[in-house]
């Protein structure tokens, strides 16, 4: 028997569950009652009904009743089939009209937050169209937040937001999202960091390659590449998504030999992180692995598209160079490596197999043997 997912509230002493349903998300009435107004839900319920303004569903859905049993939230009454849901707007007038007005802005602050949490959630799976809404209803969240006048808290909204924009090839929308958060920058550059710089050079350089604006692009991927090298150094992991961003632009403008040098740079930062404290005559490479993950600021996912970023610098090199060329041979160990660390196994054999083919470099075969040893021994 299903139940319902939910989200955990803190406001000072209270934890409220807010119910995620397919009619939208909700606190439940009883334990609004009885956790922030200290009240029975039989005399709270009647208070409301009698206020006839505040809006409110009645729900018998059994997953809802389900999950309600389950958090062992008060019932309303003994004899009521069903539970009352109140929308966040009516949980916030609650308290304003009943005097806890000092949860008031930590509430909303958690309805923001979780509502950039989702938007940033859906554009990792690629789910732009749902992404927007819950986007731009971050942005409206956060202007009637941080009023009177615009805060640097907006600028990650704005960001949020041109990319959801982006994602759906909105050129213009997402321009004015980031002429926003341009404009933010500007009024507060003591506070603005390397890394707020390095993620707005990234998506103006995505919009303007959208744009087929290709040397304005060149140069907001230079300024990322820049600030990222500022904040976490040029070897760092996340400053060669800027590198590989680079090359991308020089590809589509036809400089083979500059795309060439940028993925250079990329398969060298992932070769040397993953290689680093590897001696080619250590018996246990996934140990190695293991040590190194914990260097690694990147999650499941974003390995993934890591390697996706490997592979499809091999194949260029392949197409350029020849498929034996030991620059394929390298992006193929890199992507292998990688996949090794994010636990997939069965789709880093192959890539090492390849890479064991062509690789040129004794240190680098000599990894690449033991890394598939280790892998050999892990299956028996």
Known sequence: MSTLPYTVFTLGDAKLHQLHSAKGKHFVMGEVAVKLFHEAPVTFGKELKRAGWYSKEHSTSPEVLRTVQALGIPQEGTNDVGCTLLPAETVEALMTDRRRAELVQPFRLALLKLASQEAARLMATGNYELALPVALDAVKQGQSLFRPTPALQLFPLYLLA?????????????????????????????????????????????????????????????????????????????????????????QSIGEEDKCLACNKQVVDIWLSIMCAKKSPDSAVFCRHIEKVSTELPLGAGQLLEVVDMLNDIATFRADCLGVKHDSVADAKLASGLVLLYAGEVSRATPELQTAMTCLADSEKLGICQSALEDIADQAR
Do not use: H, I
């Open 162 to 250: 041109a990319q959801a924009n982006l994602g759906l090839k909105r050129a213009k929308q997402c321009e004015d999202f980031l002429g926003l958060a341009s404009w933010l920058s500007l009024k507060e550059p003591q506070n603005t960091t390397n890394v707020m710089r390095s993620q707005l050079s990234r998506l103006f350089g995505q919009l303007f390659a959208l744009q087929g604006k290709f040397y304005e692009a060149l140069s907001a991927f230079a300024e990322d590449v820049y600030f990222c090298a500022l904040e976490y150094g040029p070897e760092d992991v996340r400053t060669s998504l800027g590198y590989y961003n680079l090359s991308k632009v020089f």
